[in-house]
């Protein structure tokens, strides 16, 4: 059974930092494509970064030099260092695995 489980969420002040990760289970997953993506009320899903097998990253120009995506095979986790978050920053955020799989998600928010 496939499984992706995202945690380290919160509140956290602005200028703050966060790092959430993503336990995954059911799936080969160093094979897999694997991103983070957020969501606010009203707004579609978005991306924020992702990873490729091979360690090939891509961010969304709104977190580049701020956010830094990775994993560990060896333990099947995913990784996002969230670092000087902003207000704008708050939304729920998701893994992914292939955009084939989805987690849960794990809510973000920063106060002003």
């Known amino acids: 059974q496939v499984q992706l489980a995202e945690s380290g969420g919160g509140l956290v002040r602005a200028g703050g930092s966060l790092r959430l990760s993503c336990a995954a289970a059911?799936?080969?997953?160093?094979?897999?494509?694997m991103g983070w993506f957020r969501q606010t009320p009203g707004k579609p899903r978005e991306l924020v970064a992702s990873?490729?097998?091979?360690?090939?990253?891509n961010y969304a120009d709104f977190v580049k030099g701020r956010f830094t995506i990775s994993n560990d095979n060896a333990k099947n986790t995913l990784y996002l260092q969230m670092n000087s978050l902003n207000p704008e920053d708050t939304a729920v955020y998701y893994c992914?695995?292939?955009?084939?799989?989805w987690g849960q998600g794990t809510q973000v928010i920063v106060s002003s």
């Open positions: 992914a695995a292939n955009l084939r799989y």
């Open positions: 059911g799936f080969t997953f160093s094979t897999y494509i």
């Open positions: 990873i490729s097998p091979d360690g090939t990253t």
